[in-house]
């Protein structure tokens, strides 16, 4: 009997995944599972580049907007919810279509996640009000003092990711990198991973496009809407902190777009960085004919019948 699989489409932001998705999900008649964190809340919509309408009913997808701001949602209850998504799409269809930027939630679905004791709770409680007091910049060097293996594999911009690693640090007294056993768990599907690529200065240039769309089509006003809710883990991101920073009158608001442009472009970097690690990439340039992935993708596929 064939094996199951799952085609996983990843690259920077703003450079066509959801474009490719839909229409590699059209070919193959199948279901979409986004694996863009940053798509789950229902609240956020303009400044996460959420598929319009017309993209959402031109495949059918699973995991847009399907929580709130005010859940609790971690990786890994991502990675149990899309195994189970996927599985039983795969009742019906022999191919899935994964797509995002978000490295770690792919990477959860395909590989699955390490397991991590559990600690107590107080501890993470007072790392966030150092993190509010005191900035990252004290964590990240705590991190680096404590488990510089950890310091130098996590993505140390990212705040929950600090906080996460010094709590596992603390409550068990051993290094955070220590739990990374980086065993893969066993799929029911063979994974292709497609990555789109393009020259720094095309996707730098697509993402200053972009946010100035999002800013024509309304994201002052959805910030606006959201700002009461700002504590909250799910809008500490980019394109909605840097308004809240201008609705304090920190900053003015073309120094927020400017700032919104520049963060963008810094997270693009990031996931480059993310998945040029990942050797089982097949990378192709943004531009190319979709018929030529889709033929790379029935010569694969066939490979494992």
């Excluded at 292709?192 to 720094?200: E, Q, V």
Aim: hydrophobic share 35%.
């Amino acid at each position: 009997m064939s094996k199951h699989i799952l085609i996983s489409v990843v690259g920077p932001t703003a450079i066509g995944k959801t474009s490719l998705s839909i229409q590699l999900a059209q070919h193959f008649n199948t279901e979409i599972v986004s694996a863009d964190s940053r798509q789950f809340y229902k609240e956020m919509n303009i400044g996460t580049a959420v598929p319009s309408k017309e993209e959402l009913n031109s495949a059918p997808h699973h995991f847009i907007q399907h929580k709130s701001i005010r859940d609790k949602y971690s990786v890994g209850d991502f990675e149990r919810d899309a195994i189970k998504t996927i599985e039983s799409i795969h009742n019906n269809n022999r191919t899935v279509i994964l797509v995002g930027g978000s490295g770690l939630y792919v990477d959860a679905v395909i590989n699955g996640l390490d397991e991590f004791p559990k600690v107590d709770s107080s501890i993470r409680e007072t790392l966030n009000l150092r993190l509010k007091d005191e900035g990252l910049d004290s964590l990240q060097n705590q991190l680096k003092e404590i488990d510089k293996k950890a310091y130098n594999l996590l993505t140390i911009n990212n705040p929950h990711r600090v906080i996460r690693a010094l709590e596992i640090c603390i409550g068990t007294g051993k290094p955070y990198s220590s739990f990374l056993t980086h065993k893969n768990k066993s799929r029911s599907f063979n994974t292709i991973m497609i990555g789109l690529m393009a020259d720094r200065d095309v996707i730098y240039d697509r993402i200053n496009k972009r946010v100035d769309l999002m800013i024509d089509t309304g994201l002052i006003n959805e910030a606006k809407a959201l700002y009461q809710f700002r504590n909250l883990n799910a809008l500490n991101t980019v394109g909605y902190k840097e308004l809240f920073a201008f609705f304090d009158g920190e900053i003015s608001l073309d120094f927020a777009i400017s700032e919104v442009k520049k963060n963008t472009r810094r997270f693009a970097k990031r996931q480059l960085t993310w998945f040029r690690k990942n050797k089982n990439i097949n990378w192709f340039d943004y531009t190319i004919d979709v018929n030529k992935i889709i033929e790379f993708l029935e010569n694969e596929i066939k490979k494992t019948s």
